[in-house]
């Protein structure tokens, strides 16, 4: 059974900082499939960062967090990241990972990493 | 850059059915056949219910079904019951590689 897991449940950053969320897949062949990165600020809707090929290690990002995202992963360890540079306020959500069963098929997911931004 | 637009709430009573609604902005999502459904409860993480505008993955529930029509794409819950309370986001893939979320719908049963 295919799961994602997310490393830990509550980073807490200052304004400025970056941040690394990273996403262990286990129960399938991780290069088979892409990997979303979704986050969701308190009480908001869902909104797509970028997504990433495993087995190209080609990336594509939303506009808005062009340059200031990278999505990578490690084939050794079955591992996507996300790291977001110079972290604003409006940074803090929920950040998300999931599995790409194919495209915007987004499933499974995982459990979510709660990013807080403070100064 | 295409938008979804989806009302803010909608309500219903048990066994009803219900109707959700995902209106684009932009002929991208007209014509992308990469629409899909998610629902999410309280405190938990999204979950796939409908892709490809009309697909229901395995474990789904056949109550739930989607279709599109132009700029608009729905969602439809037969027989509603007080577990599908939650909110539901649409998704579409669009040029550029790209996936964009509505606003999302809170049901209230």
């Known amino acids: 059974q295919a799961q994602l897991a997310q490393s830990g449940v509550e980073v807490k950053k200052t304004v400025g900082a970056s941040v690394r969320v990273s996403c262990k897949a286990s129960?399938?062949?991780?290069?088979?499939?892409?990997v979303s990165w979704v986050r969701q600020a308190p009480g908001q809707g869902l909104e797509w960062m970028g997504r990433?090929?495993?087995?190209?290690?080609?990336?594509n990002y939303a506009q808005k967090f062009q340059g200031r995202v990278t999505l990578t992963t490690d084939f050794s360890t079955s591992t996507a990241y996300l790291d977001l540079w110079n972290l604003k306020s409006d940074d803090t959500a929920v950040y998300f990972c999931?599995?790409?069963?194919?495209?915007?098929?987004?499933?499974?997911w995982g459990r979510g990493t709660l990013v807080t931004v403070s100064s | 850059q295409s938008a979804l637009t989806q009302p803010a709430s909608v309500s219903g009573s048990p066994g009803q059915s219900i109707t959700f609604s995902c209106t684009g902005s932009?002929?991208?999502?007209?014509?992308?056949?990469?629409v899909s459904w998610y629902q999410q409860r309280p405190g938990e993480a999204p979950r796939l219910i409908i892709y490809?505008?009309?697909y229901r993955p395995s474990g789904v529930s056949g109550r739930f079904s989607g279709s599109k029509s132009g700029n608009t794409a729905s969602l439809t819950i037969s027989g509603l019951q007080a577990a599908d309370e939650a909110d539901y986001y649409c998704?579409?893939?669009?040029?550029?590689?790209?996936?964009?979320f509505g606003g999302g719908t809170k049901l209230t049963v």
């Open positions: 999931a599995t790409e069963l194919k495209l915007n098929a987004l499933e499974p």
């Open positions: 129960g399938y062949i991780f290069t088979s499939h892409g």
């Open positions: 990433i090929n495993p087995h190209t290690d080609n990336a």
């Open positions: 932009g002929s991208d999502f007209d014509n992308s056949n990469y």
């Open positions: 490809d505008v009309n």
């Open positions: 998704s579409s893939y669009i040029r550029g590689s790209t996936v964009v």
